[in-house]
């Protein structure tokens, strides 16, 4: 019977078989799987490209056994790593412990080493990575700040290019010291993967301001004024921003709540001057562009002058010269472009409902 109605099946076309090698454990198993479903060895041969002879042996050989996991058995179960992976994600803390510290200390029962450790964390698509700085932010900040957004992320380009953007920056030589953190691609906003950012107690601070594509008026600090508070605000700063708002009369000012800026003599110099500052959320350098007019400026500056930040010494009017010159660098456009970020910026601190932002 079979015979017979293996006649009537169309063999695949002829192929040359390759008489001089070993089935594969696949190629065995579908001779046998074939050869139970009433197919000839001819058939067979011809449909696997393989001799009769060969089809014969695999069939009469012992039942295929699957395949083995080739290499040694890992060091750790699922359930292992499924609870270092939890451990590891819990806190800032954990998240910047090391493979070493991992396998000596919380881990030390099991009995692996730190290459085991990291080799199970790659297998989940972790790596170590360098932690963002970022502020610290509470409930309540969280919740100005996506307040401030969901009334701004609809304003028109033209009415963010009315505000006079301030803030000042540290510029500092030498490298910092960086965090490393465990973590997967796409984390580095996690709020256990960021470390707080904190403002650099040595250096040379500079201010500057701007609208739409216009610098405003911009000031080295000087050494011999000491540290900026409040007092130093009102009698550098501020005369400042008076005069350029006197000259553009349609600007608003913008000014972030650093001790300084926040300060009710502060307030009330302003106020005596007609200045009406925009109100400004806590802990948002993300939503203020000239941050990353600074992040260019200390760009070209190491760019530009390597040795500095090497820590060669440098007069104190060549460091004042190169910061201006840093600052001169910026184009009219980027800051016409980094205006248009804001509604993306609005939307941004939106979608993290209030939290931490990539700007």
């Given at each position: ?93 954990t998240r910047q412990i090391s493979y070493l ?259």
């Open positions: 019977m079979s015979c017979h109605t293996e006649s009537t099946q169309q063999l695949p076309p002829p192929s040359t078989p390759p008489h001089h090698r070993y089935l594969s454990r696949d190629e065995r198993l579908q001779c046998q799987t074939l050869a139970l479903a009433g197919h000839t060895h001819k058939f067979i041969a011809g449909l696997l490209g393989v001799t009769e002879r060969q089809v014969g042996y695999a069939i009469a050989s012992e039942q295929v056994t699957p395949a083995h996991r080739s290499g040694r058995p890992r060091a750790l179960t699922d359930a292992q790593i499924d609870e270092l992976e939890d451990y590891v994600r819990s806190s800032r803390a510290r991992l396998a000596t200390d919380p881990f030390a029962h099991w009995g692996v080493s730190e290459h085991v450790i990291r080799r199970a964390l790659e297998r989940r698509g972790y790596t170590r990575r360098i932690a963002r700085a970022k502020p610290p932010l509470t409930e309540r900040t969280m919740a100005i700040r996506l307040q401030w957004a969901l009334e701004h992320v609809n304003w028109e380009p033209w009415q963010w290019y009315q505000i006079l953007w301030s803030d000042e920056t540290w510029v500092t030589g030498g490298r910092h010291r960086r965090r490393w953190v465990t973590r997967k691609a796409g984390e580095e906003l996690d709020p256990t993967c960021v470390v707080d950012k904190v403002k650099k107690k040595r250096g040379w601070m500079f201010w500057g301001c701007f609208s739409g594509t216009t610098k405003g008026p911009s000031l080295f600090w000087e050494k011999e004024w000491k540290s900026i508070n409040k007092e130093s605000y009102c009698e550098r700063i501020v005369p400042l921003v008076h005069g350029w708002l006197r000259l553009h009369p349609h600007l608003q000012f913008m000014q972030d709540l650093a001790p300084g800026h926040r300060a009710g003599f502060t307030l009330e110099e302003l106020q005596e001057r007609g200045i009406t500052p925009i109100f400004w959320p806590p802990f948002s350098p993300d939503l203020n562009p000239i941050e990353t007019v600074w992040n260019m400026m200390k760009d070209y500056i190491e760019l530009t002058y390597p040795d500095l930040l090497g820590g060669r010494d440098y007069t104190h009017n060549r460091l004042r010269g190169i910061v201006q010159e840093a600052w001169e660098s910026i184009e009219p456009q980027v800051l016409f472009d980094l205006v248009a970020t804001m509604k993306d910026r609005c939307q941004a601190v939106i979608d993290a409902q209030g939290g931490y932002t990539s700007y």
